[in-house]
């Protein structure tokens, strides 16, 4: 079920409500790991790996990683590749890809987490670029030199600077106009999930298996999209509209999903299938994550069409 649209400075979301049953599995969010003192995330080793880091979960629950994530000390700040959901009790090496470049020396022995998620432009790119890769070789790594690139240019028209090109620094300077997206565009009851617009296009979507979880997460869900609604509206701005999300939903519906065993818990679905890249993490046959991009390739007006239904 979804709710109407509402705006904030070039950035509408439309809502997702439950319309079923809750799911029962039992989970925490990074940052509630965290908060619990139950989770370390560290370097793979003294000398580090860039695409790589190593999660201790010494929870008796299993903790939920988010497709593009920010962790920050260490080596270097990263972002995850895509969501996990993580056993508990255990260690486990965790795909990841770098957020600052300019910096390769210690700042700490364990990452902390943040308030932020990769900016939405950047993070359909990577969830291409690990799909193609999963692909290709059963790998989970991004193209680096193409996140490196797009964090570049989105410091340019950001008109931004960081003495270690870090995306932390960017973030930072737009952070009081960025809470304000959050205060105003917070969480519904029941509501699992959202479709963002900016300036009227769609441009991507996350769903929940538990409104908990969304709200836990919203935050830094706005603030990525928030950020990319800064750079300079389109010229044809156009009004947000339920039937362009309808409309994502049927092709990713009707997609090739190729099915992968996950790292952790469960399965992880991939879609590419023209203008769109999707994303899905399943567990037991439950839907735990969902997300979804139209690709910044899609030409001016582009539309989903409809395409053979098949499930996940």
């Not at 931004?160 to 300077?173: I, K």
């Amino acid at each position: 079920m979804f709710g109407r649209p509402k705006e904030f400075r070039g950035l509408a979301i439309a809502p997702i409500f439950d319309s079923a049953q809750e799911s029962d599995l039992s989970y925490l969010t990074l940052d509630q790991a965290f908060d619990a003192s139950g989770i370390e995330i560290t370097e793979t080793s003294d000398s580090g790996s860039v695409p790589e880091l190593k999660l201790e979960n010494k929870l008796d629950s299993p903790v939920l990683l988010l497709d593009g994530e920010e962790l920050v000390g260490a080596k270097q700040n990263r972002v995850v590749n895509l969501t996990l959901l993580v056993p508990a009790m255990t260690t486990t090496v965790i795909p990841v890809s770098c957020v600052e470049s300019g910096r390769w020396s210690y700042r700490s022995d364990n990452f902390e987490r943040t308030d932020r998620t990769h900016f939405a432009r950047g993070r359909a790119k990577k969830m291409a670029s690990v799909s193609r890769s999963m692909r290709q070789s059963g790998s989970r790594r991004s193209d680096q030199g193409e996140v490196w690139s797009e964090i570049d240019r989105k410091f340019s028209v950001m008109d931004s600077e960081s003495n270690t090109s870090a995306m932390a620094d960017m973030y930072q300077d737009a952070a009081p106009t960025l809470e304000e997206y959050v205060g105003e565009l917070e969480p519904e009851t029941r509501q699992v999930g959202a479709f963002y617009f900016l300036h009227g296009r769609l441009v991507g979507m996350d769903l929940f298996d538990k409104a908990t979880t969304y709200a836990n997460l919203n935050g830094k869900l706005i603030k990525s999209y928030a950020i990319d609604a800064l750079e300079s509206a389109p010229v044809d701005r156009q009004r947000a509209s339920l039937s362009e999300a309808l409309r994502f939903l049927e092709v990713i519906e009707g997609g090739q999903w190729e099915r992968y065993d996950s790292i952790g818990m469960g399965q992880d679905h991939r879609l590419l299938s023209g203008h769109l890249a999707s994303a899905a993490l399943a567990v037991e046959g439950r839907l735990v994550h969902l997300s979804g991009f139209v690709t910044e390739q899609a030409p001016s007006g582009y539309r989903p069409g409809r395409k053979r239904r098949r499930s996940l």
